[in-house]
């Protein structure tokens, strides 16, 4: 094939560190955007846009007391909206290198850990906190999470087998004083998996030169609205929220052994976590090799297997009327996720309204699918951004949902973003790119 390029001319040739040849460059690498404040994601890092951000957070959390008839989360924003008004003013008031940190600080401790741990020591919680702890005394005692014959809403269990690990310190240490109150309570364990599932993939994915800290990013996005309210009355998808980030660091990395075991127990929390396993897969077979993918594939889908077909044996009418059916509405006992989604909305309409709703849901997925083969991922950020759209799509055409399960694609946006210091798709997370990746440029 003859060459189109232009012969290379000695004359033009300049180097970045060096400059032109003949002149002296200034020894400096020039900045990347995106990483010196003059990039996408610079604006995050202005003392206004900050504040300004604290004060929406403010009148999210000033909204729930007013629409909200949830006990809880009337508790969690009459607490958290002043809180979120104090920083907003930290963040105008104090230097710019000392605002940003007080501020989530204050927020972290108004938001999250105050009407958690008060919450917590009341006994206080959404009902699937109670499921997943029941669960785990069910577990230990019949070898099966499910109950046989259930009759009201609380009954059901529409979580896979392991979620019931997350009640298991409830199951272990009671409740006898205020130290086991809290400690045991489920949502303890679901914010623990969270940060240190957040914490190893931003050290996976940041890039190779230091002084980028974790620690205040991981502040504030666990005291924003979109994790704090979750964290304080219930939490059960956090932990589904920082596995997904994880498996895609691991599968970035090329780590399939470890990636494989973190996708099985994403897909052995909830079914909703099925499809980051065809997405890890296609993006390690496209960084690394199909064997590097095969081995990630047997070892999540063998350690899947053999955490739910024992309970699938067991208690397989439970686990089909509790884990697919109720949560698509098709039981008796209608789920409490009524958000006004487009699928909720569909399904209320009757019947043929219920159909078209699983139907979209069902296009939906397929498109999403063909879309995954026709453009597979070459970076975590890549794979994360697709694995956000598809469950994006389903949350919304759901025969029922909550607005709060959006909060696992918008994290799977924006984590890896900050972790690998860049806003594009393209560039692998803040490293060089990988061979195959540059063979297929």
């Known amino acids: 094939m003859v060459s189109t390029r232009p012969p290379f001319s000695a004359e033009k040739a300049s180097c970045a560190v060096h400059g032109p040849p003949g002149r002296g460059g200034d020894g400096r690498v020039p900045r990347q955007r995106g990483r010196d404040g003059r990039g996408p994601g610079g604006w995050a890092r202005r003392q206004g846009v900050q504040a300004l951000g604290c004060a929406v957070a403010a009148g999210w959390a000033g909204a729930f007391p007013l629409v909200s008839d949830l006990p809880n989360q009337v508790f969690w924003g009459t607490v958290a909206a002043p809180t979120y008004a104090l920083a907003a003013v930290l963040c105008l008031t104090l230097p710019p290198r000392y605002g940003p940190r007080a501020a989530a600080l204050v927020a972290l401790v108004g938001a999250v850990l105050t009407p958690l741990i008060l919450l917590a020591l009341k006994g206080r919680h959404q009902s699937e906190v109670m499921v997943v702890e029941r669960s785990a005394r069910l577990l230990l005692h019949t070898g099966s999470p499910y109950l046989a014959d259930p009759v009201v809403v609380s009954d059901y269990n529409p979580y896979l087998p392991a979620m019931a690990l997350f009640g298991l310190p409830r199951a272990a240490l009671g409740n006898a004083n205020a130290f086991t109150q809290v400690l045991g309570d489920a949502r303890i364990w679901f914010a623990l998996t969270l940060l240190v599932c957040l914490l190893a993939c931003w050290r996976l994915l940041r890039p190779a030169t230091p002084g980028r800290a974790a620690l205040l990013p991981l502040a504030a996005l666990t005291a924003s609205p979109l994790i704090a309210l979750a964290l304080a009355v219930g939490g059960v998808d956090l932990p589904l929220i920082g596995v997904c ?83 698509l509405g098709l039981t008796a006992v209608h789920t409490p996720a009524g958000s ?102």
């Open 340 to 441: 006004p989604l487009p699928g909720k909305i569909l399904a209320g309409l009757g019947p043929t309204g219920h159909t078209i709703s699983l139907t979209l849901l069902c296009l939906a997925g397929l498109a999403v699918a063909l879309w995954l083969l026709a453009y597979p991922p070459t970076s975590a950020v890549a794979a994360c951004d697709l694995l956000a759209a598809g469950l994006a799509v389903a949350f919304m055409l759901a025969p029922a949902g909550r607005f709060g399960y959006l909060a696992l694609p918008a994290v799977l946006v924006l984590w890896p973003r900050l972790a690998a210091g860049s806003w594009s798709r393209r560039i692998q997370d803040g490293r060089e790119p990988a061979p195959a990746v540059l063979a297929a440029a």
């Open 245 to 327: 980030c994880l498996a895609m660091a691991l599968a970035a990395r090329g780590r399939p052994v470890p990636a494989g075991l973190v996708l099985a127990l994403a897909c052995t929390l909830k079914w909703t976590a099925w499809p980051a396993l065809p997405v890890a897969l296609l993006l390690i077979w496209r960084l690394h090799g199909r064997r590097p993918a095969a081995r990630a594939a047997a070892v999540s889908l063998s350690v899947s297997v053999a955490v739910i077909l024992p309970v699938a044996l067991t208690s397989a009418t439970a686990l089909r009327e509790q884990v697919v059916r109720f949560p």
